[in-house]
């Protein structure tokens, strides 16, 4: 018999009332109870980084996460980061950059740039190489990806955040 509980979960500042069952992935509840599907779900055991969404802030693997797990806290998704038409300076900097070729890879790159950059925005780039290589691309060799998110760091730092 499946047990399921019920759940509120917030996602990019909206309040989903869902039921699932405890062992059910925040990712595979963002995609099928919520109806988010722009966050991928690659390996499902937290290798590939294309899950990753923000949890208060901080980039987290959703495949790793129970949904039960992420009650009461904000939630962002890669549906979140645009502001109406307007591009995210990390969304404008991937098509300006070539920052993506299948994109199976993107959401998750892009919610954890926005993460990182937002917590630390003069971040080195020593670090910033550092923190994107938790995240996997099979196509674009990382080059066009880092590009990217270094434009929309000058960007973010001058103001711009989307
Ligand atoms: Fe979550 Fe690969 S699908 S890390
Ligand atoms: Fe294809 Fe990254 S663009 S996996």
Do not use: W
């Amino acid at each position: 018999m499946r047990h399921e509980t019920e759940i509120t979960l917030t996602v990019n500042g909206r309040d989903y009332e869902v039921r699932v069952e405890p062992r059910r992935t925040l990712a595979d509840t963002l995609r099928d109870e919520c109806g988010l599907t722009g966050t991928n779900s690659g390996c499902e055991h937290g290798i590939c980084g294309s899950c990753t969404v923000l949890a208060d802030g901080d980039p987290v693997r959703a495949c790793l996460m129970f949904a039960v797990q992420a009650q009461g806290k904000q939630i962002r998704t890669v549906e979140g980061l645009a502001d109406g038409d307007r591009l995210h300076p990390l969304q404008q900097a991937f098509i300006d950059h070539h920052g993506l070729q299948c994109g199976f890879c993107t959401p998750g790159f892009l919610m954890l740039a926005a993460g990182v950059l937002e917590r630390e925005p003069g971040i080195s780039d020593a670090d910033l190489r550092e923190a994107l290589s938790s995240n996997l691309c099979r196509c674009t060799g990382y080059q066009n990806i880092l590009k990217a998110v270094r434009a929309a760091a000058a960007q973010m730092r001058a103001g711009n955040r989307g």
